[in-house]
């Protein structure tokens, strides 16, 4: 157990557990949630609730528990890394594998095969999610970064909530988009597009995250009467592609330790070239 945190409330705030996950920067609502029910954060000197109301002036304490030993097993896996240091690793994940461990998946996933790589992840996600900062769907590609220790990772973790980690995709949706437009909706859920191209009653868009929702791109696209091709939750399957046309193609941040700005790129993979290059056709005839 580390020792006590202390903490002065400065405004007043609804609840205990949003305030206080503002503050532990890495850390999931849940698990604040967590700690707080196992008695690990005190207000004024008591026990607290996750819901409890906070004042201008309370006083906070909290202790973060030792990481536990992961007991996920290292596996061989063939990961492209496009960029690796001390700090951080940048991954081109393909679609179809599996991030972190989670029902149905409790082997195979990318953290696997992160530490079949060797020891020296962060812990801040906890066990199961061994340096993964931020998540890309099972069959979304692309370019997602891990970092290889915690101090890395609370300052990336902090650059995603702030907006200063920029990630562009490539998405092909269904229907003719007007060419640039913002989607907002739910809790604070920003996504930006720009029309590239229109073949076969299809477009081609550049689509930024300004948040990271689960789904989000997806959600957002559907909602607009413009799901991604090839989704089978939010619009429909697709003969053209066998996953939801969706890359993770660009992602720009300051690295942790020298505050360099570094950008990376990875073009779409073969299945959605195919796709769009079908659509293409269509446009020809």
């Not at 609502?29 to 996750?50: C, H, K, M, Y």
């Not at 409790?106 to 931020?134: A, D, F």
């Not at 592609?241 to 720009?252: D, E, F, K, N, S």
């Amino acid at each position: 157990m580390s020792e006590a945190v202390q903490h002065t409330v400065a405004t007043d705030a609804p609840r205990l557990d949003q305030y206080l996950a503002g503050l532990l920067i890495g850390e999931s609502r849940s698990r604040v949630q967590r700690l707080i029910t196992q008695g690990l954060v005190r207000l004024n000197d008591r026990p607290a609730r996750p819901g409890s109301r906070l004042r201008a002036g309370d006083r906070l304490s909290w202790e973060l528990p030792a990481p536990t030993p992961s007991r996920l097993e290292a596996e061989p896996m063939d990961l492209r890394i496009v960029y690796e240091d001390d700090d951080l690793a940048v991954v081109d994940k393909p679609a179809g594998l599996v991030v972190h461990p989670g029902p149905g998946h409790p082997t195979g996933t990318l953290v696997h095969g992160l530490l079949g790589r060797g020891p020296g992840w962060s812990t801040i996600g906890g066990t199961e999610r061994p340096g993964i900062v931020h998540r890309l769907d099972r069959d979304t590609s692309g370019l997602m970064v891990v970092a290889r220790n915690d101090e890395a990772h609370r300052e990336l973790a902090r650059q995603l909530q702030r907006r200063v980690m920029a990630r562009r995709y490539r998405a092909i949706v269904v229907g003719e988009v007007q060419r640039m437009a913002v989607v907002a909706g739910g809790r604070e859920a920003i996504t930006e597009f720009r029309r590239l191209e229109i073949a076969g009653g299809h477009s081609l868009l550049d689509v930024s995250l300004g948040t990271g929702r689960t789904h989000q791109i997806r959600v957002h696209l559907a909602f607009i009467k413009h799901p991604v091709l090839g989704d089978p939750v939010y619009g429909r399957r697709s003969p053209l592609i066998g996953r939801p046309a969706l890359h993770a193609q660009a992602l720009t941040l300051r690295h942790p330790r020298t505050g360099k700005t570094m950008t990376w790129e990875s073009p779409p993979p073969e299945d959605f070239e195919l796709a769009w290059n079908s659509l293409a056709d269509r446009k020809m005839r």
